[in-house]
């Protein structure tokens, strides 16, 4: 078995190589990653040498590339991580979201059509469905609410898997997507939520909340997610949608209080900063099809995965120090200053 995994020099691409490499001795897994700002070849360090494993430095959205690739490799299987992936970025310029979101995933599924493939699976997002009120805890994301988004990189990533599902109805592509909630664990790039929080707290600079900080997100352990990506590219049903999620609803003012209560510093650090545009109240994903069709669960709580993830970074600073101290800075400073 033959997979190529698109954007696996990022946060849950990367994971995922791991998972299956462990998992799978006997399959050959190529990395597809074109290394934006986002993507570091330091995290598949450990696999570099694995002869299963090969890395190509080259974009989705290089039509020649992927299907040059496609002729030496013979994929079975692609699983699409390959994303730009923060909404904030998004916000500021949407352009590069539809590049290699949209246009980079109709290459992906050209090149299988042209070359055959047993299965193209898409790694998509909760956020296609928008979002939920805060006051109807009773309503959860199912694979049937419609699509409804509400950034520039929401809809990319629906745009994405509206072509997906009709390169299946059109071509008979054997096609599978995940949508999943928030992922946390080891190598999440510092931009987002919870590694800023921890990244900032260690270095004792201010955690900037936004808005209210009652917007909630529904996390789920990296890990977990990429072993619901291993069933419904082994079990699922060709043209399903499968959600992806926990039932760990949290409030983002208790998760960055939480992070300060780990790690011993003030809440005097926490700064209530202007919200984001179009901010999303609150996800939550109802993973009913994926439990009784697939057997998922999710096996880490977010008590244990949060002390996991905390632990990673304080162990691993040699992984973040040289992001954060880069490029990184005018990103926060444009992003952070006078906010
Ligand atoms: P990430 O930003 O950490 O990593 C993205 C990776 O894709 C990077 O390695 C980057 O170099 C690579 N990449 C970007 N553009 C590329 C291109 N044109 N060609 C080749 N490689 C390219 O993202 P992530 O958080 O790991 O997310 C991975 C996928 O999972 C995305 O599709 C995202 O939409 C989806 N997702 C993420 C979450 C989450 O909480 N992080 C939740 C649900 C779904
Ligand atoms: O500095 C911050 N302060 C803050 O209050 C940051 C970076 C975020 N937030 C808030 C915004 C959100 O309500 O925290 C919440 C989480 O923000 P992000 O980490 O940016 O994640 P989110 O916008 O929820 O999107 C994530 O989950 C779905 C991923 O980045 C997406 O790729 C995925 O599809």
């Known amino acids: 078995m033959t997979i190529i995994v698109t954007g696996g020099a990022?946060?849950?691409?990367?994971?995922?190589?791991?998972?299956?490499?462990?998992?799978?001795?006997?399959?050959?897994?190529?990395?597809?990653?074109?290394?934006?700002y986002a993507g570091n070849l330091s995290t598949l360090e450990p696999v570099m040498d694995n002869p299963n494993?090969?890395?190509?430095?080259?974009?989705?959205?290089?039509?020649?590339?992927?299907?040059?690739?496609?002729?030496?490799?013979?994929?079975?299987?692609?699983?699409?991580?390959?994303?730009?992936?923060?909404?904030?970025?998004?916000?500021?310029?949407?352009?590069?979201?539809?590049d290699t979101n949209i246009i980079g995933t109709s290459v992906l599924m050209d090149a299988c059509r042209k070359y055959g493939i047993k299965r193209y699976h898409q790694v998509s997002t909760d956020e296609v469905y928008g979002d939920l009120p805060l006051?109807?805890?009773?309503?959860?994301?199912?694979?049937?609410?419609?699509?409804?988004?509400?950034?520039?990189?929401?809809?990319?990533?629906?745009?994405?898997?509206?072509l997906v599902l009709a390169y299946h109805r059109t071509y008979g592509l054997p096609v599978t997507i995940s949508r999943c909630?928030?992922?946390?664990?080891?190598?999440?790039?510092?931009?987002?939520?919870?590694?800023?929080?921890?990244?900032?707290?260690?270095?004792?600079?201010?955690?900037?909340?936004?808005?209210?900080?009652?917007?909630?997100?529904?996390?789920?352990?990296?890990?977990?997610h990429c072993k619901a990506i291993d069933l419904v590219i082994?079990?699922?049903?060709?043209?399903?949608?499968?959600?992806?999620?926990?039932?760990?609803?949290?409030?983002?003012?208790?998760?960055?209080?939480?992070?300060?209560?780990?790690?011993?510093?003030?809440?005097?650090?926490?700064?209530y900063v202007t919200d984001r545009k179009g901010h999303d109240m609150r996800y939550a994903i109802d993973p009913t099809k994926i439990h009784n069709e697939l057997g998922w669960l999710p096996e880490t709580k977010f008590a244990d995965g949060i002390k996991k993830t905390i632990r990673w970074y304080l162990d691993n600073e040699s992984w973040w120090a040289p992001i954060v101290s880069g490029e990184y800075q005018n990103y926060y400073e444009k992003m952070y200053a006078n906010r």
């Open 181 to 224: 909630s928030n992922n946390y664990g080891p190598y999440h790039f510092p931009e987002k939520l919870i590694p800023l929080m921890i990244i900032n707290a260690l270095n004792d600079k201010p955690l900037p909340v936004y808005g209210e900080g009652v917007n909630v997100r529904d996390w789920l352990y990296v890990e977990d």
């Open 234 to 271: 082994h079990k699922g049903t060709v043209g399903e949608v499968y959600n992806i999620g926990g039932h760990n609803e949290m409030k983002n003012i208790d998760i960055v209080k939480l992070i300060c209560k780990e790690l011993g510093k003030p809440e005097s650090l926490i700064t």
């Open 10 to 36: 990022g946060f849950i691409g990367s994971n995922f190589v791991f998972h299956m490499l462990d998992k799978y001795p006997d399959y050959r897994i190529i990395c597809l990653d074109c290394l934006t």
């Open 53 to 98: 494993f090969r890395f190509v430095k080259e974009s989705i959205t290089d039509r020649d590339a992927v299907y040059k690739l496609f002729e030496e490799e013979k994929p079975d299987m692609v699983v699409n991580f390959a994303a730009e992936s923060h909404v904030d970025r998004s916000i500021e310029n949407p352009q590069v979201f539809l």
């Open 135 to 162: 006051d109807r805890p009773d309503l959860f994301f199912t694979e049937e609410t419609p699509i409804h988004t509400s950034s520039p990189y929401s809809s990319s990533k629906a745009g994405a898997d509206l």
